[in-house]
């Protein structure tokens, strides 16, 4: 079952919230949009550009996937295996891994690697006829990586390196603390994005030993980690007391894309500060493995202020989780108000194995709104940046709230065993139900001057609505009047 989106007017000034999508999408590959294009489609002029933009950073030599889709002969061999997985589109095992739902919600995200529907229908018909490689004059020119490695979001300032460690091939999952790790800056700099990659001994040059792309490529599950000033007394080993220099930075996870913090909000790095972590997940990936983690901070330049300040708040629940074996679409809920206007910057479900989609909702008055729904994979963890004319802008008194689908049937290939119950813990076996996107807080004139610039970029009327945005088409005055009524009826 999908949540849809639901308008109810209540004032004059709601009345004028008409419903429209932020996008036309193409429809799901229609049958005459394929026989528009089925005859005469190449790999060189029609394929290898999708390939090039959405699949190459990962499928090539030296990229993290099982195998490389550089040129026509590697795509002509594993091409029922593209068609079947660019086909799932938002569920588990589709690649590229980018689980968004195209029918619902807001469709603007940064780095979105994803396939147009008609894209996906064009690799299909270039299969089914026949697959011809075309004039060689039309192939693009290849793709550049330097040194072999690939930074998704752009290459660092600024990279710290995590000691490495050893995990032998039949070792047992290993939960602690890492050694501390100094990042050798200078001076405070406020961070625009942050991006974690692994960096191991693994051979996975052949596409052909039955290897999943993360699960036998990787050995770190997860890193929980902040950066913090240490004095020199203090053992570098050990966690101590939170201070002022502690500062928090988003959990690393397998298969995790960049961190992008909103352009108003960027996070501070402070000088002389050391990557500090008490909470490793380790695993085996079935050969011995020596890795260590890499992370990439890309600075604001110097001078930068942020204007918003990082909202704080928790939109989970890890207290009623009962998941039933053997049974589909079971549903969890969390609820949370906002108590300060607030932007959404990113949407980041996390579940474990029996997670399969997530939808984030925004109550607002007689108003309930869908803002995202995507499809969940425990071995790919996602966090969608919305773009920035796009990130959900929320009245304080806004309700958001969370819906966790959950199947612990045979069709998850996650699932160990389906007659297993799950409740809350740590362990993949057990569960968690959590959005740990990432928020920055307003005041009422910082509110209402981000909603005259969406107005401004997005040439909105009365008649227009902005999903996530209840209030952008409203005028100021009567915005302020809304909140106002809204804030005094709770």
């Known amino acids: 079952m999908k949540i849809t989106s639901k308008i109810e007017m209540g004032s004059a000034a709601r009345a004028v919230l008409v419903a429209l999508a932020f996008v036309a999408l193409p429809a799901p590959g229609s049958l005459g949009a394929q026989e528009a294009f089925h005859d ?29 889709l550089a040129t026509y002969q590697q795509v002509r061999r594993y091409s029922s295996r593209i068609v079947y997985r660019t086909g799932l589109r938002d569920v588990a095992g589709a690649m590229p891994p980018w689980y968004v739902e195209k029918d619902i919600g807001i469709q603007h995200f940064k780095n979105d690697p994803s396939l147009t529907d008609e894209e996906v229908a064009r690799i299909a018909a270039w299969v089914e006829n026949g697959m011809p490689e ?22 660092p300032d600024l990279i710290v390196k995590t000691k490495e460690i050893f ?31 692994e960096v191991n001994d693994v051979d996975n040059r052949s596409g052909d030993d039955g290897r999943q792309t993360v699960g036998r490529r990787y050995v770190f599950h ?29 959990v690393h996870e397998v298969g995790r894309n960049p961190d992008m913090f909103a352009p108003e909000a960027g996070r501070l790095l402070r000088a002389g500060s050391s990557v500090v972590s008490n909470s490793i997940h380790v695993h085996s990936n079935g050969v011995d493995t020596r890795a260590h983690l890499e992370i990439g901070f890309r600075f604001h330049p110097k001078g930068y ?62 108003n309930v709104e869908t803002l995202s729904c995507v499809g969940y994979d425990h071995n790919w963890v996602r966090g969608y940046a919305y773009a920035d004319d796009a990130a959900p802008l929320l009245p304080k008194g806004t309700i958001l709230h969370i819906v966790g689908y959950m199947d612990t049937t045979t069709d998850n290939i996650n699932i160990a065993d389906p007659r297993n119950w799950q409740g809350a813990g740590n362990r993949s076996v057990t569960n968690m139900f959590i959005d740990l996107g990432m928020r920055v807080s307003m005041t009422d004139e910082q509110f209402v001057r981000e909603m005259a610039k969406r107005r401004e970029s ?11 945005c209840p209030l952008c088409t409203v005028l100021p005055e009567e915005a302020e009047g809304e909140a106002a009524a809204e804030e005094g009826s709770r």
């Open 134 to 155: 075309g004039a060689p004059a039309d192939m693009p020119a290849p793709r550049v990586f330097p040194n072999d490695e690939v930074w998704i979001a752009g290459e």
């Open 305 to 366: 202020e942020p204007e918003y300040p990082r909202a704080r708040l928790g939109l989970g629940n890890g207290v009623d989780i009962d998941i039933r074996g053997n049974e589909k679409d079971q549903e969890l809920h969390a609820y949370r108000t906002l108590n300060e206007h607030t932007k959404i910057v990113t949407f980041e479900p996390h579940l474990h194995a029996p997670g399969a989609r997530m939808c984030l909702e925004a109550i607002w008055g007689y």
């Open 458 to 468: 997005l040439n909105l009327t009365a008649n227009d609505h902005v999903i996530g």
């Open 40 to 68: 005469d489609l190449t790999f060189t002029r029609d394929i290898a550009p999708i390939l090039q933009r959405s699949c190459q950073t990962c499928h090539r030599e030296g990229g993290v996937a099982p195998m490389s």
């Open 222 to 250: 997860h890193m929980i980690w902040s950066t913090r000033v240490i004095d020199d007394g203090q053992d570098t080993g050990q966690f101590v007391d939170r201070d002022e220099t502690d500062v928090g930075w988003p």
């Open 167 to 197: 995990v032998e091939g039949g070792a047992p999952d290993w939960w602690g603390e890492i050694e501390s790790v100094p990042i050798g800056l200078t001076e405070d700099r406020y961070v625009a994005s942050v991006e974690i990659k």
